[in-house]
């Protein structure tokens, strides 16, 4: 950096919008004054992080300016997070909107005294009704689930779970949902079973076979499987089961798998945006899976597909426990 310009270097503002390194920046104007400004650092190899930088003037006993100091904090994250956020704002306000159009508009027209309508034209009216109601609602809870956990009380009912009942059901549920894609579960009967929330693991597993169902081409074969292995974590011989979910969709870009179970983070698909989702989903997940002692990862390749597996620990739990 030494000899080049700062325009270069330092794409600092202040908070009215001043360049740090023009003539009548209030830094040249007042060194003494201090400064605070926000904006863009350029790396020497390329690229750029966004910083905060607080200039703060030294004196000598004189009171006379000796020096400057500059504190550098790095706020990339935080202006991913914001503009994260404001995404999610925004999306959150469509989804939210969308089911109120459509139930306010079947009602009102159900509603019409001058119409009479045919029962089977109205019990489909009504079912589109209580379509929408149930997606407005399932949002919500969602919604509430990450105010749960931010707050750290996102609370768990332990008892025995049949992973092998509980994946079949969810199998049979959406092959009654979809004709367009196949389902298959390989895994035997005496799959063991594990401590957990019931519900907060068919929450889990819902949300996987949705996504997978939702990004893959029609005719496409949803794979659900699972095995018992060591678990890494500890040399006691402890074990734990390991379920996937795998799809033979568009897969997710490289860059962004580090990214996906963040809180508001969407997945630049490429699809229409309607599919996209809002951005809690995984988040959600990830957050059940680890109250349970348990891990996710993904594994993914463009336009081949992408497995999801969860990993839930075998001991033996309390009947009853809280995150924190």
């Known amino acids: 950096a030494i000899g080049k310009p700062c325009d270069q270097i330092l794409q600092l503002q202040n908070i009215t919008g001043d360049h740090l390194c023009s003539e009548d920046s209030e830094l040249v104007l007042d060194a003494e004054a201090g400064l605070r400004c926000e904006g863009d650092l350029v790396r020497p190899g390329g690229g750029h992080i966004s910083v905060a930088v607080t ?14 100091i500059a504190n550098v904090l790095d706020i990339t994250r935080f202006r991913e997070e914001e503009e994260m956020k404001s995404t999610f704002v925004s999306v959150m306000s469509h989804e939210l909107k969308t089911p109120v159009a459509i139930i306010k508009g079947y009602a009102q027209t159900l509603a019409r005294p001058d119409a009479a309508w045919d029962p089977e034209i109205a019990r489909q009216g009504l079912e589109i009704i209580e379509e929408e109601a149930d997606r407005l609602e399932a949002l919500i809870n969602d919604l509430l689930d990450v105010s749960r956990i931010q707050a750290g009380g996102l609370r768990l009912e332990i008892t025995d779970v049949s992973l092998y009942r509980l994946l079949m059901r969810l199998a049979q549920d959406y092959r009654t949902q979809t004709t367009a894609h ?143």
């Open 55 to 68: 200039y703060t003037p030294l004196t000598d006993e004189n009171d006379q300016l000796v020096n400057i």
């Open 182 to 324: 196949q389902i298959a579960v390989d895994l035997p009967e005496d799959f063991p079973f594990v401590s957990g929330d019931e519900d907060r693991l068919r929450q889990v597993f819902t949300n996987l076979l949705s996504n997978a169902i939702k990004y893959s081409p029609e005719g496409g074969t949803i794979r659900i499987g699972g095995w018992v292995e060591d678990d890494p974590h500890f040399k006691d011989g402890r074990q734990r089961v390991v379920i996937y979910v795998a799809d033979e969709g568009i897969g997710i870009p490289e860059a962004e798998l580090p990214k996906i179970f963040e809180r508001f983070y969407r997945v630049d698909s490429g699809l229409r945006r309607s599919t996209a989702g809002v951005g809690i989903g995984l988040f959600l997940i990830n957050a059940i899976v680890e109250a349970h002692q348990g891990e996710i990862w993904v594994r993914s390749e463009l336009g081949k597909g992408t497995t999801f597996f969860v990993a839930l620990p075998l001991e033996e739990e309390a009947t009853s426990t809280e995150t924190s």
